[in-house]
């Protein structure tokens, strides 16, 4: 099944501990993104991937980092969790990058930060 | 900068039509509209381009305004799977490979 996964899919941490959330698609897309989702603000883009060669921020880049050393993975890495970064945390992929290729999305990841 | 989505909700009844919005700041190459459910993840619905195409489901319809830079998404005899909120992502062309979202809007569709 044609799929974005996302591990784990609830996290409860503490503030500093370092963390990261995977993500894995199996439809072999160029384009991978991160998104964060809050209450009232809608989806706002952490970094996204053009390709293994091409890696950029989205409009809240800060105290996150990304990694794509291989077409299907696209972790995100929290180095120094703070409780700001609570969030409801999305994973997409596309065959293509934009603009006429649809976002897949992975279930999402519940983080919360203590 | 995100695009602005209107109305922030709206509640239907069943068979009722609909209309969302989506207006930008910017000049739009493309528009993405996505919808969520409660608990789940965006689901894709339709791509407007720039010069006419368009990309989605047949029972989805939507219009891209590249002047106005607005798009607008039509519900029409409106279902109760058609509850959820809705999405629209822009894309302002160029290198920038950003999908910036609006804050969506909740549809809720009563029998």
């Known amino acids: 099944e044609a799929q974005v996964t996302q591990n784990p899919r609830y996290l409860i941490t503490v503030t500093g501990k370092k963390l990261t959330v995977t993500c894995s698609q199996n439809m072999n897309h160029e384009y991978m993104s991160w998104y964060r989702q809050d209450p009232g603000l809608g989806l706002r883009q952490i970094y996204y991937?053009?390709?293994?060669?091409?890696?950029d921020k989205g409009d809240v880049p800060e105290g996150y980092k990304v990694s794509r050393k291989e077409k299907r993975n696209f972790p995100l890495i929290l180095e120094s969790p703070s409780p700001n970064q609570t969030s409801l945390y999305f994973c997409?992929?596309?065959?293509?990058?934009?603009?006429?290729?649809?976002?897949?999305f992975g279930n999402g990841t519940r983080l919360t930060v203590t | 900068q995100q695009p602005v989505q209107s109305p922030q909700a709206v509640i239907l009844r069943e068979g009722e039509d609909a209309v969302i919005n989506c207006s930008s700041s910017?000049?739009?190459?493309?528009v993405h509209w996505y919808r969520q459910k409660h608990g789940e993840a965006p689901v894709f619905l339709m791509i407007?381009?720039?010069?006419?195409e368009q990309k989605g489901h047949e029972k989805i319809s939507a219009s891209f305004n590249e002047k106005k830079q607005q798009s607008s998404l039509y519900l029409t005899a409106s279902q109760l799977s058609y509850s959820g909120t809705y999405f629209c992502?822009?894309?302002?062309?160029?290198?920038?490979?950003?999908?910036?979202f609006g804050k969506g809007t909740l549809l809720t569709v009563n029998p």
């Open positions: 997409a992929s596309s065959l293509a990058g934009l603009p006429s290729s649809p976002l897949h």
């Open positions: 407007l381009l720039k010069g006419g």
């Open positions: 991937s053009m390709n293994v060669e091409v890696t």
């Open positions: 910017k000049a739009l190459y493309s």
């Open positions: 992502g822009s894309w302002g062309g160029g290198s920038n490979y950003k999908l910036t």
